[in-house]
T-cell receptor
Framework: RKEVEQDPGPFNVPEGATVAFNCTYSNSASQSFFWYRQDCRKEPKLLMSVYSSGNEDGRFTAQLNRASQYISLLIRDSKLSDSATYLCVVPGDSGAGSYQLTFGKGTKLSVIP | DAGITQSPRHKVTETGTPVTLRCHQTENHRYMYWYRQDPGHGLRLIHYSYGVKDTDKGEVSDGYSVSRSKTEDFLLTLESATSSQTSVYFC???????????FGDGTRLSIL
């Protein structure tokens, strides 16, 4: 199993819809997880940290399921400005034996008027 | 926004030439990272630093070297650039290994 796997999408949803992304990870020892947002031709920006079972920030909810080794991101009442690529990030082996954050390839979301 | 500055923001150069990218931070964070991002691959770690003069390899370190002589500066060098190193390069900083990372604006590098 790859370190971090995400459905690449694209997810095309109408404004106001609820959309959920899942991310699976392989390192069962991982303790902290993150969701980042990346706009086209821009840098990734931290959206949410997930340190326990999950947390909520406004329209965004992140959940962690340690038994099944996945995290999810739920976006309620989607806005046009939510259109971006969402990156799942998990601590793990980033190569050469180092222990660093590993980034998923991202899920692209397009919110349609 | 975290105080991270990458320079240059854009560069076009020829195969075989040396290239150095600079990352400068004003946050006094211990960890600094260099990533490249390519379509279909996502972000891949090149090298990272956990302190002055302390660096380690990432997933795709071949063809790259780094140096960190001061807390605030982390340099990425391509000794002899190849076309396969055409990419967008991001610098990131963090307080700790498992802490969230904050990214610079990126450098778009084209090797012709």
């Amino acid at each position: 199993r790859k370190e971090v796997e995400q459905d690449p999408g694209p997810f095309n949803v109408p404004e106001g819809a609820t959309v959920a992304f899942n991310c699976t990870y392989s390192n069962s020892a991982s303790q902290s997880f993150f969701w980042y947002r990346q706009d086209c031709r821009k840098e990734p920006k931290l959206l949410m940290s997930v340190y326990s079972s999950g947390n909520e920030d406004g329209r965004f909810t992140a959940q962690l399921n340690r038994a099944s080794q996945y995290i999810s991101l739920l976006i309620r009442d989607s806005k046009l400005s939510d259109s971006a690529t969402y990156l799942c990030v998990v601590p793990g082996d980033s190569g050469a034996g180092s222990y660093q954050l590993t980034f998923g390839k991202g899920t692209k979301l397009s919110v349609i008027p | 926004d975290a105080g991270i500055t990458q320079s240059p923001r854009h560069k076009v150069t020829e195969t075989g030439t040396p290239v150095t990218l600079r990352c400068h931070q004003t946050e006094n964070h211990r960890y600094m990272y260099w990533y490249r991002q390519d379509p279909g691959h996502g972000l891949r770690l090149i090298h990272y630093s956990y302190g002055v003069k302390d660096t380690d390899k990432g997933e795709v370190s071949d063809g790259y070297s780094v140096s960190r002589s001061k807390t605030e500066d982390f340099l990425l060098t391509l000794e002899s650039a190849t076309s396969s190193q055409t990419s967008v390069y991001f610098c990131a900083i963090s307080d700790g290994q498992s802490q969230p990372q904050h990214f610079g604006d990126g450098t778009r590098l084209s090797i012709l």
